[in-house]
């Protein structure tokens, strides 16, 4: 792969379009012959990459295609002189050099045929990276990590959310889609605590993402496998490091589950992920990881810790010009909370709490959507597309 970047120009997404069709917009950035190899040509076509276009939130690196990349939601080619599809031995190259010196993220890799690790761009940018097998050659996708901890009040997000600063212990919850903005939204949160509160945090994390400093707080971040060998472990070490705030990363199984709940009944503040698309829908992924003769107990048990869940999607703006966050926001109240220890899978009744409660703050999906079509930041159509219930948002909008 060449290199000896340079920008050629910046082409963003037609302004009319919500939708771009593969192949109508693309990230165009010139590549010059030079003598750059290794870890170098890769920081250099990374940098390119970003530079053309500030909107970029993943790339792709796949053998036998050029770079693509996603931008508002889009998957667009990366063209260019100097630019040729991936080789085998490109992607295995450009894979190393993200990987270095990381032991056991090669380890794993060779094990299980994927790894995760973070990776940093001095002064550009951090990464997420996937590192995976597929058809006996190495791929790579890449999520881009702002190197600035966003405010609450610049995603968009309820003014509400900045009650979590104050909280002292239970649970709270970050859900949605892959690409929802949960890590920002996340970290968003946790930085609020580190500039309100004088406490201990400790994050356990896959990989670390953004990087948080001390600041009122005390911070310790904790990458899984560099740092600890598995997310359980971390909690169990971290139950014995008086924390006040506990971080993690995602919510993966049952065991994580039990040991955040856990966690949260002996009094610390835990922040955690999954990926659900509603309120609904995390009560029942949580419950439904434990046996039919615990699921009782764990209802009961996440009624009495959680304190909020909040749930975000990123829908298309009809001008073109974005996506815009939607939030539905559940807050613990003896209504909400009798609601979860009920056995009620279609959650209809966790869904009337919410809207019964737009005093306390709390909002859904649907009626934030209704809010954004009638003042006109989002089509119609694109917004059923994205609704809970899409016969029942157009009706409630005829």
Not at 187 to 213: G, M, R, W, Y
């Amino acid at each position: 792969m060449s290199s000896g970047v340079r920008v050629e120009r910046v082409l963003k997404l037609p302004r009319n379009e919500t939708m771009a069709a593969p192949g109508h917009a693309n990230i165009a950035v010139v590549l010059d012959a030079s003598t750059s190899t290794g870890v170098t040509a890769t920081h250099e076509l990374l940098t390119s990459i970003l530079r053309a276009n500030n909107q970029v939130s993943d790339l792709i690196f796949s053998p036998g295609r050029l770079p693509q990349v996603e931008v508002n939601g889009q998957l667009l080619p990366v063209q260019g002189g100097g630019l040729r599809p991936f080789t085998a031995d490109d992607t295995r190259r450009i894979a190393a050099d993200l990987i270095g010196e990381n032991k056991q993220a090669i380890a794993i890799l060779r094990e299980q045929g994927y790894c995760d690790v973070s990776f940093g761009l001095s002064g550009v940018a951090r990464f997420r990276v996937n590192v995976f097998i597929q058809r006996g050659s190495c791929a790579v996708v890449m999520r881009v990590i702002s190197t600035v901890i966003p405010a609450l009040a610049a995603l968009g997000l309820p003014a509400q959310m900045g009650e979590v600063a104050s909280l002292r212990d239970g649970i709270v919850l970050v859900t949605g889609p892959r690409g929802s903005g949960k890590s920002s939204t996340l970290a968003a949160l946790l930085d609020s605590i580190n500039q309100k509160q004088v406490c201990h945090i400790i994050t356990i994390e896959d990989p670390i993402e953004f990087l948080h400093n001390h600041k009122r707080a005390t911070v310790h971040q904790r990458e899984l496998h560099s740092d600890t060998p598995s997310v359980a472990e971390g909690l169990r070490a971290a139950l014995r490091q008086a924390p006040n705030v506990i971080l993690v990363g995602e919510m993966r199984n049952r065991e994580t589950m039990e040991m955040v709940l856990e966690a949260a009944e002996s009094g610390q503040l835990v922040l955690t992920t999954l990926n659900t698309v509603d309120a609904s829908t995390t009560v029942e992924r949580i419950v439904s990881a434990f046996p039919a003769s615990e699921q009782a107990s764990a209802r009961g048990r996440l009624a009495r810790t959680f304190r909020f869940i909040v749930s975000q999607r990123l829908v298309p703006r009809k001008d073109g010009t974005g996506r815009v966050a939607i939030v539905e926001f559940l807050k613990a109240t003896p209504r909400t909370q009798a609601c979860i220890e009920v056995n009620d899978s279609s959650g209809r009744n966790l869904l009337e709490a919410i809207k019964s409660g737009t005093s306390q703050g709390m909002q859904h999906f649907d009626g934030e959507l209704s809010k954004l079509v009638r003042s006109g930041v989002v089509d119609l159509e694109t917004a059923a597309i994205y609704a809970t219930d899409p016969r029942e948002f157009r009706h409630g909008l005829a």
